[in-house]
């Protein structure tokens, strides 16, 4: 099964790359593999790819949209508030007995946008809720994880409506393997060089250690503190089990955890925020101490209000992230209406759940001492992009002393 | 997404039968879906059938062939020891937690035909292991669960091999939609009918309570001492957990636990026996106090004798059932290379474990009863055809009072 408009030599090289540098498996490690089915010619090449790296056991668990779907189509009410919490505890049990994790993303964005917003509310809440156990070994770090794409004709008519499926799809799967840096040459030693470059930048900012980043241009007169003992993290990082890895497939931000309780002023979104398959389209935010105090959208206004209701902690900063503006994903000028590539388009926040990683010893740190530094909680976690080709952000050190950070959307240093 | 030789309309009512008559799917309960990514055309409609039939959620466990060879051409030696016990335990867990099971089978018999035999016999041990505890819920049947087929385009090729891969679909789809009697009218209410006319069948027998079958015809001469307290079951039955459900679709067989030690004389298998890829024809076999004494075949003969080298019960009787010769499957005079549809095709035994349920209150026993009665135990549970057009039974009751059962094939009753 292959899809023929899609490389099969670039396939070849993102299955490589997934599994050497994004999960950077190990010999005997298991690999449990989460995709929608359209992926299934890049499953094919990871399970090669990791079989050949040595894993012990590599287990797809494939989606399918259309069985998704005939739950909204045809399920009694009942049904959703109900999530398969077996299988993602058996996910948990798998990471707690030493597996890697890797996730391809493939799918429609927009899957559920017809749907009753209050059901796929619900459903998304009682996923979360079940998913926790999983959940917690990815974002505690504690073992090798990594997510990559595979070019989707759902997803690509999407982004393409005016092209053919084939042509769509072509068109992504060339961005894709753009943005992955997959399309040519050793893909494995381009992504040596670029998780050399991205250190350089965590290295400058965490010998700074600014107290706040404060980011002027457009709509934008905003200062974010950073929690205490905060650290920058971007491209391969260690995870608790001592693998190094990268998460993202493809990266280009830098990023760490802001101060929960110390956010001031007005912030107006640069780009629009797919969010389960709803389009929030110009968000204008302020907020006060930390907390967002007024919201507004153009368009998606009632599902972002919603958003930011779903606890306390979901009006708060958990996540504040560098994009020079002349990043690969930028300067392809597309919105692919999925996180992974557009929040590496732009300089972005995020409400809700922090990354305890992004703290000096941070998988030493318990819950308590994570939220003691500034260290937000919340059961979202939602990227959305603020920066642009105007944006200025200096970094204030703790005496005041302030740092030109970028000028003009790009590095000042 | 569907194979255009496949019949759409026979496939609704498949998956409608195997929904309600095969698991009986009851309001609200979760539904544990297992498949070969070639099934999704039937998945798809299984999942829809199920929402409406007022199910909970529905859970597809997705497998991929291509990712099962992958290992075989890759793996390292160590790969072959391990299994996904995270994902079966997880399994348990729903069926102890209320869901029902339901597996389709589509993929090709022979997949592993030309992998390393030891590597093979390796992983199916690790997996069998790790699978127990999910299976356990199946094979002492405390819920609801069914198999059906969906005719995938691979086991279609096995079968008719001369034909262009869409005729060969299109024959194998024919064949399981008349053997499942969902080739016309409605599928639900002909399904009632047939479970009616088993049911008749089995309160004969459980009527009559034999001691032993005595089988005689060509190359047979063997007394099959029946379990104490031996129950006769078939089509519909009661689930512990109260529903009644129909395990296989198609099913012609009634069935009992045969005595493990009271099996005596000599047989000839009837029908070639697919055996994980390999065909094991030629079978010729000699019991003596419920023990294989003697075993040839005249192909595959080595795969056999590992088959009854597994364990000590392995080499006994778990199962004894009677299909007359004018069964739909036998009359198709197909090999399905398939237990599913094969052993439907004749009277057959199967070595190895036997089925708790089928005794008077099977539900209560205690493993240490079920073997007190006679009951088997193995790792193991291979059904062999023995039955033809020229096979006698009779049932003799304890007091030696012989009742005959079948002449020539059919049922003599």
Redesign the interface.
Known sequence: ?NDPVVDPDALDRLAEVAVRTGVNLQ??Q?LVLTAP?EA?PL??RV??AA??A?????????S?P??AL??Y????D??FD???G??Y???A??FA?G?ARMAIVAEDPMLLADEDPGKVARAGKANSIAYKPALEHISNFRINWSICAYPGQAWAMRMFPDLSPDAAQARLADAIFAASRVDQGDAVARWAEHNASLRERTAWLNDHRFAALKYSGPGLDLTVGLADGHEWMGGASQAGNGVICNPNIPTEEVFTTPHAAKTEGRVRATKPLSHQGTLIDGIEVEFREGRIVEARATKGQEVLRKLIDTDDGARRLGEVALVPHGSPISQSGLLFYNTLFDENAASHIALGQCYSKCFVDGDRLSEAEVTARGGNSSMIHVDWMIGGPETDIDGVSPDGNVTPVFRKGEWAV
């Open positions: 099964m010999e005997g298991d089915v299934l499953v094919r399970a090669a079989y050949r040595g894993a012990g056991l590599v287990t797809p668990i494939l399918d259309d069985v005939a739950r189509a045809h399920a009694g009942h049904s109900v999530a398969p077996w299988l505890g058996g996910m049990q798998a007995g597996a």
